[in-house]
């Protein structure tokens, strides 16, 4: 049930939740449990949350002390009735009230570019609050031809840069954005080869990889549709087709178990039986959208 | 090499790099390439980063308007000398310098609790900074004991409080914790059971989960080495050993291909063949720290 705006107010409202639960769950149309009923003038206006919290999103301009003391008057009465989680969601234009609301003891939950979330957890005790999103993910794409060459690039930017290593197409996968899509994509950016995507063959999660998050690195199989390669400019120093032996040879394939090991892993697919994980497109619980599931399709058949 | 910090500063320098990179590298100790020489009083402090761009972290407290005075003197030397991405980050208890920086035309990277990095680009076109963090991770644990009954949980909070669905311990993956170590962390907490990891049995990737975030939810299996269950206080309301049979005919679970998927999958493992992937502890690239890999470690060893 969505809470129908009335009249001008200083803040708009906006469905949304914070989700301090379980990863079960895929995209899903948020909807407010209730809406606060408070719209005195000198009140911050706010949805609750379904963890009895409240939300606020700052929409218009303001002056910093009139904020301060609207939210100080609006926290009073959030203590009054018990609520929990307070959220704050400043786009970065209302940069100017950040301070104030620092210094009603807010903290920062996460930021993105275009704004900043803010929050205060009013019980006793220590919160229950939802983390913020810690992992990046990141695949490297084996994409072999008939003759037994693999899609290998030199890379301009980055640790490799001027070593001479040819290394699998690798990239980040965007917010929102489907590991098996990412990895056609970005072999596709970077050498222009058309691919469809196979299945991921391993996976390695490390740590303090960029700040102070984790990183999720899957290695999948894609099929090329295409063999013409025509390098990216900007971050691709070469490209080419390699055979895989002469990628496995590369002293810095063979210093380090990761690499070596996925080339094996490769090679046992290509050669032998090795089975990864699938995707499959399956509808899950509290969402309208599907989403993928990777298993070892092979295995599960053959029951 | 280390910047010797010399006299009293304004700004603290700490070796750190953004890293726009590949997922191939694991937790490193980060050296800058060489460090900033201007230190002549009015100008920031900063280090280079390894792609051309400098960092400043603000350590010391600061009048707002001093600090503005500062940073555009600083950006307009950094500009002169050809810097690209310019990185702030500033601990909360600074935050009365968050709008100076975002007039000086700064954006938000990330915030944790306790800073928020601030982040400008100073070349023309699209600056290729790397992006925040994108996913959260989490885990769902299947534990069966020899009278094939599974452990199972009811949440006292979140979508599934008092619906009377039992289902599989589930949690957050926290930055920097590998995940086979959160499965178990999990089980442990709600419902006291010690277990040993066993495999990733599969996985799904969702979006728009928590704020614009995506999610990957791993299926684990972990063989159970203790029985007696105590469930936690705060989040658990009941916890229990079900029959797998039970489990599987819940209405909730025969409703979503993605329960009833991970259920077929969970009966393969334990009664057919079904080959997860198994975690190994490897080197990589650029690291000193081993990180896990997680491959179908049966059909590699069989080629």
């Known amino acids: 049930m969505l809470h129908a705006l009335s009249s001008p107010r200083l803040f708009r409202i906006r469905p949304w939740q914070p989700d301090s639960g379980v990863a079960m769950s895929a995209s899903e149309t948020s909807t407010p449990m209730n809406v606060n009923e408070n719209e005195e003038q000198g009140l911050l206006d706010a949805i609750n949350d ?8 700052v929409t218009q301009p303001m002056d910093s002390a009139l904020f301060a003391s609207v939210l100080s008057a609006s926290m009073a009465q959030w203590r009054q009735q018990g609520k929990r989680g307070v959220w704050i969601k400043l786009p970065i234009q209302h940069v100017n009230l950040v301070e104030a609301a620092v210094k009603e003891g807010f903290w920062y939950h996460h930021a993105e570019p275009n704004y900043m979330m803010l929050v205060h957890w009013l019980p006793q005790g220590a919160h229950t609050l939802p983390a913020n999103a810690s992992h990046r993910v990141g695949i490297g794409a084996f994409v072999m031809n008939k003759n037994r060459e693999v899609l290998v690039v030199q890379e301009n930017i980055g640790r490799l840069r001027g070593t001479g290593v040819w290394k699998f197409p690798t990239g980040v996968v965007n917010e929102g954005e489907d590991l098996c899509a990412a990895a056609v994509r970005e072999v596709k950016e970077e050498t222009a080869i058309d691919t469809k995507f196979v299945q991921v063959l391993a996976f390695r999660q490390s740590h303090k990889v960029f700040f102070e998050k984790s990183d999720i690195f899957f290695l999948c199989l894609l099929e090329p549709l295409s063999f013409e390669i025509q ?23 063979q210093k380090y178990e990761l690499l070596k090991c996925s ?8 050669d032998g039986n090795y089975s990864g994980f699938s995707p499959v497109l399956t509808s899950s619980a509290f969402s309208n959208e599907k989403s993928y599931m990777y298993f070892n399709i092979h295995d599960l058949n053959k029951q």
């Open 231 to 253: 390098k990216q400019e900007s971050e691709i120093e070469a490209a080419k087709w390699m055979p895989i032996e002469e990628y496995a040879a590369q002293p810095f394939v």
């Open 263 to 270: 080339v094996d892993i490769c090679l046992a697919k290509k």
């Open 50 to 57: 379904r963890y009895g919290g409240v939300i606020v999103e």
